[in-house]
Nanobody
Framework: QVHLVESGGGLVQAGGSLRLSCAAS????????MGWFRQAPGKEREFVSA??????????ADSVKGRFTISRDNAKNTVTVYLQMNSLKPEDTAVYYC??????????????????WGQGTQVTVSS
């Protein structure tokens, strides 16, 4: 089992920045990658970004490329994934979820590829 806890959400003006964190604990060694998804009211959950543990290859949705950066920190007993969000827009407003995948994938861009999910953190961007 892998337990994920997100933090760092909040209210920010358009053009501002936020950094989300996802602390992973448990059997993190059983996972291949971690990702960020978001879900706005009335919309489906959508892919934002993902990063492989091995090699650190990262993936981004077209809507966030050049503005968001995913990174990871593998400490001895804890694993943390970050999502640095710059130049935020009102359309970035959503609940952001961290997820972990036990599968090999080429892009890690779909919900079905992930086994574990955090509780989500709200990001609100005002215009």
């Amino acid at each position: 089992q892998v337990h994920l806890v997100e933090s760092g959400g909040g209210l920010v003006q358009a053009g501002g920045s936020l950094r989300l964190s996802c602390a992973a604990s448990g059997r993190t060694y059983s996972t291949y990658a971690m990702g960020w998804f978001r879900q706005a009211p009335g919309k489906e959950r959508e892919f934002v970004s993902a990063i492989r543990w091995s090699g650190g290859t990262s993936y981004y949705a077209d809507s966030v490329k050049g503005r968001f950066t995913i990174s990871r920190d593998n400490a001895k007993n804890t694993v943390t994934v970050y999502l640095q969000m710059n130049s935020l827009k009102p359309e970035d407003t959503a609940v952001y979820y961290c997820a972990a995948s036990r599968y090999y994938s080429r892009t890690y861009s779909t919900v079905s590829e992930y086994d574990y999910w955090g509780q989500g953190t709200q990001v609100t961007v005002s215009s």
